[in-house]
């Protein structure tokens, strides 16, 4: 018997109202994605096509790295591209030939468009066909925007799977995709407990390598590992592939009522479920249980920024003991996050979007004891006395899963720890 069906939710969020906000907004665009993405997709390589200022995010956000073959880099418009005295098109498809003649192991391209080379209407759809049709079969050229005006920093990801789907293969053989991008070593744990539920045929998008064979069809079923792929899911719902919606495997309870919503559709039985999961289960209940012993009564409020908000609200409070005040996440797709949304109890805020003044003032008056919240806000409120957790590291960190999910309650705990030892330190 899982925990889920031990301990029913009387009634969730999924109908509860949602205060939606449409102000400024204060988070980093979706170039962000490219530091996960070229890691995970081996043969990758990321071209932006964007200005200096893009050219330092990348920079500042990948830190100082150096590779003997970078796989990501822009293209400058300069000002004269900007200003259309140059035609920059001719320009672009120029340096991607140059590029793809002096490195023979990148075998899939991507044009990431940036606000520059949106203001300028610089098509690269176009500019990807065209290239596309040149340099087939050993390279595929596809294109997305990671600009920054309208989207979240992990959109990007979203807008980048969403652009492969189209280009993928047909199968009429029935399989299981998970979608999402994750370190190697969670997806590898994945993948194990997938085979040990007797589930073989699993394929991964992305997919490291470009030759992996990926193809997709009508008896596709596709899992969720992110919830912010809202464009990759009704990509991949035009080509027929078909979503089993589940609670996203954070946590002990997220990972598995995920699991148990995989294993429903392959028709794995029970006995064999318990078998495999009872005692990554109890690792993971335990792991939480030292870990969160910080967060217990804690209250939490989150700014929207990575979309992973309402997940972690549903861990945070059901597996860590915390109360949330106010879930703030971009968009609310409750075809993703609608079994989170069931789960989590009523009370807190949902709030959609953002007006940056108000929701600050909001959580001032609420003083939680954790906000979890983008870079640019967690200095000013650590300032004022608040404990932050930036949203970003929840991405960039391992996360997912059984084996994480000790990890996960300790990135919360962390800055709650620190800012006891802060005030034991300073006898206060
Ligand atoms: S895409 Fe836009 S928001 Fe992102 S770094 Fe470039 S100019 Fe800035």
Request: proline share 6%; charged share 25%; aromatic share 6%.
């Amino acid at each position: 018997m899982t925990r889920l069906e031990r301990n029913p939710p009387a009634t969730g969020c999924r109908n509860a109202p949602i205060l939606k906000e449409r102000g400024q907004h204060e988070v980093f665009c979706g170039l962000t994605g490219i530091i996960w993405l070229h890691r995970k997709m081996q043969d990758a390589f990321f071209l932006v096509v964007g200005s200096r200022t893009c050219a330092h995010l990348l920079q500042s956000a990948a830190g100082v790295m150096i590779f003997a073959e970078p796989r990501f880099g822009t293209a400058i418009l300069e000002e004269t591209d900007l200003a259309g005295l140059a035609d920059a098109q001719e320009e672009l498809e120029r340096e991607v030939d140059r590029l793809l003649a002096r490195r023979s192991d990148i075998r899939q391209l991507f044009l990431v468009g940036s606000c520059p080379s949106e203001v300028i209407k610089l098509d690269l759809a176009r500019a990807a066909e065209r290239l596309s049709a040149r340099h087939a079969p050993h390279v595929r050229v596809l294109n997305y925007s990671g600009s920054g005006i309208e989207t979240t920093f992990t959109e990007g990801e979203d807008a980048c799977l969403a652009s492969m789907v189209p280009a993928l293969p047909e199968t009429a053989e029935r399989q299981l995709l998970l979608v999402g991008a994750l370190p190697d070593v969670v997806e590898d744990q994945a993948l194990d407990l997938l085979q040990k539920l007797g589930i073989e045929n699993v394929a991964v998008l992305p997919a490291r390598r470009a030759d992996k064979g990926l193809a997709i069809g009508p008896n596709t079923v596709f899992a969720l590992t992110q919830p912010f792929l809202g464009g990759t899911h009704a990509a991949l719902e035009r080509r027929g592939a078909r979503h089993v919606p589940a609670p996203f495997p954070f946590g002990e309870e997220g990972t598995t009522a995920w699991l148990a919503a995989v294993a429903r559709e392959f028709g794995v039985d029970r006995a064999r479920f318990d078998a495999v999961t009872s005692a990554p289960r109890a690792r993971a209940r335990r792991a939480i249980r030292k870990a969160a012993e910080a967060l217990h009564g804690k209250s939490v409020f989150f700014f929207p920024d990575s979309q992973l908000e309402i997940p972690l609200a549903r861990f945070l409070t059901r597996e860590c003991g915390m109360e949330a005040i106010e879930i703030g996440a971009p968009y609310i797709h409750k075809g993703l996050v609608g079994p989170d949304l069931d789960l989590l109890a009523p009370g807190p805020t949902l709030a959609e979007g953002q007006d940056v003044e108000r929701q600050l003032d909001r959580c001032r008056a609420e003083s939680p004891d954790l906000t979890v919240c983008g870079l640019g806000l967690a200095n000013p409120l650590e300032a004022e006395g608040l404990a932050t957790k930036w949203a970003i590291e929840l991405v960039f960190t391992p996360v997912h899963f059984y084996e994480q999910a000790g990890d996960l309650a300790g990135l919360f705990s962390r800055p709650l720890r620190r800012r006891t030892a802060l005030h034991l330190g300073t006898g206060s």
